[in-house]
């Protein structure tokens, strides 16, 4: 009979390699630098550095662009592709998109950094009225690279670690079958440890949440340009039942009212 000791040892899975990402920084950083690939720009195709903003944000992006030319630039595809999500929206909100499309690459075209501060500087209050959440939270992330001054380099990486955290955790909640809104219920919780022998949170006397937004909000007032922006992400946060801050304020709540109950 062959023994488990004579079948050698045991080869790892691919569901189970042993590392949530096999290979570690090296291979992770290579997957990200292999998506930050630069957009080439053909001739005569350029950033618009001197445009009037203002006029910009009048004028509204056609339902319809010229056909595509047959060997289009990367610059020029993702033109189209923006240009068809802001199709009927200001003509300064795609210029606003297609700069960050850029910025979020290895290289970039010198204009592109100096025409964003021009954008949120000359326009950021028209912007912050008209911008949907999903750009609002692009061009802040943009500001951790791209910050004219360390204040505004800290700020966007800190809502950049924080909306992206929030995404992935979002994402994989949905898998359990509740609504963004619907709380856990509190009778419900595994016994299991926290990852990374991170010490337990109290729901009654915790304020992991508080510690994690406040000094962030109160960088925000105190950073030009940046800061309104930062600010209007957080009240939208602040408003909104769909979250893990939401979700846990409700659950707070709930336990409570129930301590009061058995209190009484």
């Known amino acids: 009979m062959t023994g488990p000791a004579d079948l ?8 189970d390699p042993g590392l949530t990402y096999p290979g570690g920084s090296e291979a ?3 997957l990200w630098q292999k998506r930050r690939a630069p957009m080439g720009l053909a001739a005569g195709e350029a950033l618009p550095l001197e445009f009037d903003l203002a006029a910009l944000a009048q004028q509204l ?3 319809e662009l010229p056909p595509q030319p047959r060997r289009a630039s990367s610059h020029m595809r993702k033109f189209r592709l923006l240009a068809a999500e802001h199709a009927g929206r200001s003509e300064l909100e795609l210029l606003n998109a297609l700069c960050i499309a850029h910025l979020r690459r ?16 000359e ?4 912007l912050l009225t008209t911008l949907s ?8 992330i943009t500001f951790a690279d791209h910050g004219r001054t360390e204040p505004q380099r800290r700020l966007g990486q800190s809502l950049n670690v924080l909306f992206s955290v929030m995404k992935l955790y979002e994402y994989e909640r949905l898998h359990s079958g509740f609504e963004p809104d ?6 419900k919780r595994a016994k299991g440890p926290l990852p990374m022998e991170m ?3 109290s729901l009654t006397h915790g304020e992991l949440d508080v510690n994690l937004l406040a000094p962030i909000w109160a960088e925000a007032l105190e950073v030009p340009v940046a800061g309104p922006l930062a600010c209007q992400l957080l009240e939208r946060l602040n408003a909104d039942s769909g979250t893990l801050f939401r979700r846990l304020a409700v659950m707070r709540d709930k336990l409570r009212a129930r301590k009061g109950g058995d209190a009484e």
């Open 28 to 30: 992770l950083t290579a």
């Open 133 to 140: 959440t999903r750009w609002l939270i692009s061009s802040i």
């Open 182 to 187: 619907q709380p856990f219920r509190l009778n």
């Open 199 to 201: 010490p337990g949170f």
């Open 61 to 63: 992006v056609p339902a």
């Open 106 to 121: 290895r290289s970039f075209p010198a204009e592109a950094p100096l025409l964003f501060h021009r954008i949120w500087e």
């Open 8 to 15: 050698g040892p045991a080869e790892p899975g691919p569901a």
């Open 123 to 126: 326009q950021g209050e028209t």
